[in-house]
């Protein structure tokens, strides 16, 4: 054994270079806790340097896009070992994904300073390095989870992105309803944890590998025993935890109403997106589904829509309305997983893969349109109980038109966003549906949910438009900055859904080719040096 | 009942003890050598121990003893760590987990205790369901078990080498490596923060007891 | 019977596992939860060193129990926090009545 030469294994700056946007992560995270300590704790300073940094990660997350659609998939590969982390076009389309939107927030948490009542702001502001250590950290998470298919390296994914999260639910220490919520949220997590964790241990004992692409090849060719099935079931509740799927759905609605509304923005398309990243990325790897997997899914994801749909119905509080929203647009999602068809050829796009990435994007600017408005109202109101809503198209029209818009946009009615996403979705369904004869019904459940969602969105935006109130309601000054977030995500989903909609289809497809799949051979071949 | 939890909690302790002076003494001899008999009886020990504190966690509703048992059932669990030639890791569950972790879940039980506050019980038929699901669970988990075939190789009679282990962390596992130390380092910072009292809201909370 | 195979610690982290998952449906205390989530990762972290002794001294099974050691640091220390938080904030760590969040 050549114990002296390779004892030691610094990866080369060839291979580390492909994952500068999480090394970038990771030095604004150092900054942030460093810079206070020479200029002194300053929320707007934290801030600032946040969003240096993530801007910084974003540009450098757009050079490795770059040369990956050169070389289509490369990767973190210990000598002569599969990689850890990978470098393709999915994980750079998440990562971006995951940067622009953590802009959004950091911007958001911003004007939250000035938007809120003095009081408040100060004490928010008074922590803002562990918020945005703790932000920057969960993010880092969600970025490494939608990058790799090491079981180990899931782990500790999942993990670094969810402990950040507990804590950040509970962030507002005085409020007795945050530290439920992280309360809540900590038990939920760390019960899936460590399933996964035992699910992980069946999986390696079954294979003996932490690979799961070596996995899908010993469960192809009929390694597959009920043991393996059990881990790889564990696995599935451990991402069906960060989707927030039907079992595993308890912890949402109580975290976003006790959080603050920008750490519930943040979980609200973050956690989800790369839950449904990881959860797709795993599919690719196995080629495609076996009936019985296809099948479980495909049913997770009818009860996960359904039961959230009916759950908004008894709603008082915007945020837990659109807490069930965000799980039954989860629900929508997984159908698309469910359905998973390997393309034609590997430079082809994959239609489901590319319906997915479709509706996440769209599904990014619908919500955070709607979270920013609940923020302004908020911020203004001191809470967000849906009566604080009544009259809002006449105490502050433009903060209730383009949220109108973004919550039509979530129903998917046609000249917007939310309708294309929806289409691109069902024709991925019908598509997937047909090569197998199989799960045709997802096709029916994603219509009628779209009919029984109607409900409780339009109840809100009757409640702003049509209810009349006896006493005079007070005029709403909201906040100027998040005015312009709302109203550019009202414009961003009236683009989606005329003008754009043919480049927000190409964007997609463009990230749904070369997937890091089942022919590895290729891939692996070219990063053992 | 409380005879019965010294006894599990004394057998815990010594068994974690003889386990690892046993373990690091004599590495585990090949199947066919005449010590299979030992080596079975310290498994049985020690699984027993593990068992018992278990339930006893799960009979008994003081924290403070549901501690001492946890602490007899990590030590059980090292015990069996040694006894499958993985030294090194037997020697992390006894010194991070029984000694650093468990610590740090005695703090928050002394934190938080109350009178009365470790009197809260689940109603009964509550308890009977749990009981029954967790039986179901557990025959079910055993026939998965016991129907997989585990592809086993021939367990080899070395132990494995601390340096083994830590050549793994620095070359094939690097990159899990580095992300422990970001998860430990944002973990360190959240923690820290949620459990400090702010000057001003210490000063108010002073306040309220006045 | 007096051969230590395989199948026993298997059986074993089995139950240590099913005593987990009792612990965390009947207590109410949230550091009583705790206990339960400590014992199923424990039973994890067995079975993984288990596979590795019977993979022929595979070193990846015990590398997996050793982060799963550090997981669960990390995760203890989160929980206790929030737990301590949240006494601080309603001077009760009962799950049941911590009710404030419904709907």
């Not at chain 1, 399933?195 to 192809?220: E, K, N, Q, R």
């Not at chain 1, 105490?395 to 917007?416: F, T």
């Not at chain 1, 909609?501 to 590895?520: G, I, M, N, S, T």
Request: with cysteine.
């Amino acid at each position: 054994m050549t114990e002296l030469t390779t004892e030691f294994w610094f990866p080369p700056a060839g291979q580390l270079g492909w994952f500068a946007p999480e090394l970038a992560l990771i030095a604004t995270i150092v900054a942030v806790v460093a810079v206070p300590i020479i200029l002194g704790r300053r929320a707007r300073l934290s801030a600032c340097v946040a969003l240096l940094g993530v801007v910084a990660a974003l540009l450098l997350t757009g050079d490795v896009g770059r040369r990956v659609a050169e070389e289509a998939a490369a990767g973190l590969a210990p000598p002569g070992a599969p990689p850890m982390l990978i470098a393709d076009n999915f994980a750079v389309f998440f990562k971006a994904f995951l940067l622009l939107f953590l802009t959004l927030v950091t911007v958001l948490w911003l004007f939250g300073l000035t938007g809120r009542r003095p009081a408040l702001a100060r004490r928010f502001a008074a922590h803002s390095v562990e918020f945005f250590v703790l932000l920057l950290g969960s993010a880092l998470g969600m970025m490494v989870m939608v990058s790799t298919l090491n079981l180990l390296m899931i782990i500790l994914a999942i993990e670094l992105a969810s402990l950040p999260s507990y804590a950040l639910a509970g962030y507002d220490k005085r409020d007795p309803a945050g530290a439920e919520a992280s309360l809540k949220y900590v038990l939920f997590g760390a019960v899936t944890a460590a399933i996964t964790l035992y699910g992980v241990s069946l999986l390696y004992g079954a294979f003996g590998t932490l690979d799961i692409p070596t996995i899908a090849a010993a469960m192809a060719g009929g390694g597959a025993g009920v043991g393996a099935a059990l881990g790889l079931l564990g696995l599935c509740v451990g991402i069906g935890f960060k989707i927030s799927a039907v079992p595993f759905h308890f912890w949402c609605p109580d975290v976003f109403e006790g959080a603050t509304i920008e750490v519930a923005t943040w979980l609200s398309v973050a956690s989800k997106a790369a839950g449904l990243g990881l959860l797709l990325r795993v599919v690719t790897a196995m080629g495609s589904l076996d009936d019985a997997l296809a099948i479980t899914v495909g049913i997770v994801a009818t009860a996960t829509c359904t039961l959230a749909n009916f759950a908004a119905y008894r709603q008082q509080n915007v945020k837990r309305i659109l807490a069930y929203s965000s799980i039954a647009h989860a629900g929508y999602m997984l159908m698309a997983a469910a359905v998973f068809v390997p393309a034609a050829s590997e430079a082809e796009p994959n239609l489901a893969a590319s319906a997915l990435l479709l509706y996440l994007l769209t599904y990014l600017f619908m919500n955070f349109g709607v979270f920013a408005a609940t923020a302004c109202v908020e911020w203004e109101t001191g809470s967000s109980a849906l009566s604080n809503f009544i009259g809002l198209g006449r105490r502050a029209p433009w903060l209730a038109v383009p949220m109108a818009v973004c919550l039509l946009s979530l129903v998917g009615l046609p000249p917007l966003g939310g309708f294309l996403a929806k289409w691109w979705l069902l024709v991925a369904l019908g598509s997937g549906a047909a090569e197998h004869d199989r799960l045709w019904g997802l096709v029916l459940v994603l219509v009628l949910n779209t009919l029984f969602s109607l409900y409780y969105y339009l109840r809100i935006i009757y409640m702003m438009f049509l209810r009349t109130e006896w006493s005079r309601p007070a005029p709403l000054a909201p906040h100027v900055g998040g005015l312009v977030l709302v109203n550019a995500c009202a414009v961003v989903l009236l683009l989606f859904g005329t003008l754009g909609a043919r480049a927000v289809k190409l964007l997609a497809d463009e990230y749904a080719v070369h997937l890091y799949a089942a022919p590895l051979a290729r891939a692996a071949a070219a990063l053992v040096p | 009942m409380r005879h019965a939890l010294r006894w599990i909690v004394m057998a815990g302790v010594w068994s974690a003890l003889a386990g690892t002076a046993w373990g690091a003494e004599a590495p585990v001899p090949p199947a066919e050598s005449s010590s299979t008999i030992l080596e079975a009886i310290a498994f049985y020990a020690m699984a027993a121990v593990a068992l018992l504190s278990g339930l006893a966690i799960l009979v008994s509703r003081n924290l403070v003893r549901n501690v001492v048992c946890l602490l007899a059932a990590l030590g059980a669990v090292a015990g069996l760590y040694f006894l499958l030639a993985a030294n090194l890791l037997g020697a992390i569950q006894l010194i991070v987990y029984a000694g650093g972790t468990l610590v740090l879940i005695t703090f928050g039980v002394m934190l938080t205790s109350r009178p009365g506050s470790d009197r809260q019980l689940v109603r009964g038929w509550e308890r009977i369901a749990g009981g029954v699901v967790c039986v179901t669970l557990f025959i079910g988990l055993c026939m998965v078990l016991l129907c997989t075939e585990w592809a086993t190789v021939a367990a080899s009679a070395e132990p494995t080498t601390v340096a083994a282990v830590g050549r793994a962390l620095l070359t094939d596992y690097l990159v899990p490596f580095e992300l422990a130390s970001v998860l430990l380092l944002v973990m360190l910072i959240g923690a820290a923060y949620l459990v400090r009292r702010d000057g001003e809201s210490g000063a108010e909370d002073d306040a309220d007891r006045c | 019977m007096w051969t230590i195979g395989l199948t026993h610690y298997l059986i074993l982290a089995a139950m240590l596992f099913c005593i987990g998952v009792a612990v965390i449906v009947t207590k109410r205390n949230a550091i009583g939860i705790l206990f339960g989530v400590e014992l199923i990762l424990n039973a994890g972290n067995l079975n993984l060193v288990a596979f590795s002794r019977y993979r022929g001294a595979d070193i990846a099974g015990q590398v997996v129990a050793m982060f799963g050691i550090v997981l669960a640091a990390a995760e203890a220390a989160i929980a206790v926090a929030i737990v301590v938080n949240l006494y601080n904030a309603t001077a009760t760590i009962d799950v049941d009545s911590a009710t404030t969040l419904r709907g």
